[in-house]
């Protein structure tokens, strides 16, 4: 569908939610935000509604997961954390707070644009991404020491996952040192490690890369600060290194499935010898 198409349908189907929309004195565009399962629109208006901030998004749903990310939107926020503020929902449509700052992916691969290591950029930008990944591990330790679920006749512990995980779910505010985290469609019950295992997918196949360099050593430094300062904010959960391995080539092996990408399946052998004595 069309941008115009959409910004049409928006209107028609939420001017009962935003009048403004039936007020031919009130203009709006819209942008279209890289989403992979769900449509996401940046709308923003020429003046300020009566109800609603001038900016905000919408997410329109095709998957069924509307009413259980409203939920735990509203969970997390009153378990206080940065999440984005859920300012009204009508099926297919959830209307959310725009949060301010730069995405966590956009942020660190474009300061690590041509270089190998941490140590090749200025020192400034260099604790910027340490601080960013350093906040994003305490914002997962939060969430999973928060949502401990045991489960019956189980001893293992499970926690609430945010599910397929990417750096790109995350929004870092560097003038109010705030962390938001978004996109809670695949929140799931599971082992703590697997959103760990995400991240550290995130950080080795965004480019600059696994897929990219021989050898990512600024990603694997990444990799190695981001799971020491996650397992210094907790003391709940059990640092498995073969069950993260695993989880790690199996996330690689699904982006590489969903890009198309030239390369086979990543093996484990591989995969141990490339990188495990970094970690």
């Known amino acids: 569908m069309s941008l115009q198409k959409i910004k049409s349908k928006i209107a028609k189907d939420l001017k009962g939610i935003i009048p403004e929309f039936r007020n031919k004195e ?23 509604p009566r109800s609603f901030p001038k900016e905000f998004i919408i997410k329109i749903f095709r998957t069924k997961n509307i009413v259980s990310e409203n939920n735990i939107l509203i969970r997390l926020k009153n378990q206080n954390f940065r999440v984005p503020e859920i300012l ?20 660190i691969n474009d300061s690590l644009r041509d270089t ?13 991404i340490i601080k960013s990944i350093e906040k994003l591990a305490e914002w997962l330790a939060q969430l999973h020491e928060k949502n401990i679920v045991r489960k ?55 480019n600059p890369g696994l897929f990219d360099m021989d ?46 990408l030239p390369y086979g399946p990543i093996s484990k052998s591989t995969f141990f010898e490339d990188i495990s004595k970094e970690i």
């Open 26 to 48: 009130y203009n709006f565009n819209i942008t279209e935000l890289e989403s992979r399962k769900n449509s996401v629109i940046n709308l923003v208006f020429d003046k300020q």
């Open 88 to 107: 009204s929902l009508k099926k297919p449509y959830l209307i959310l707070e725009k949060v301010q700052g730069i995405n966590l992916c956009d942020f």
């Open 116 to 128: 190998e290591e941490l140590n090749d950029i200025t020192s400034d930008i260099k604790n910027q």
């Open 152 to 206: 019956y006749k189980s001893e293992e512990l499970f926690v609430l996952n945010k599910g397929d995980t990417r750096l790109r779910d995350f929004i870092i505010d560097f003038s109010k040192d705030i962390l938001y985290g978004v996109d809670f469609e695949d929140a799931y019950e599971g082992n703590h490690m697997d959103d760990l295992a995400w991240i550290c997918c995130s950080l080795l196949d965004t």
């Open 215 to 260: 050898e990512p050593k600024h990603k694997i430094e990444l990799i190695n600060k981001f799971l020491k300062k996650y397992y210094q904010e907790t003391s709940s959960f059990q640092f498995d290194f073969t069950y993260l391995a695993e989880k790690i080539i199996e996330h690689l092996n699904i982006v590489i499935q969903r890009r198309n």
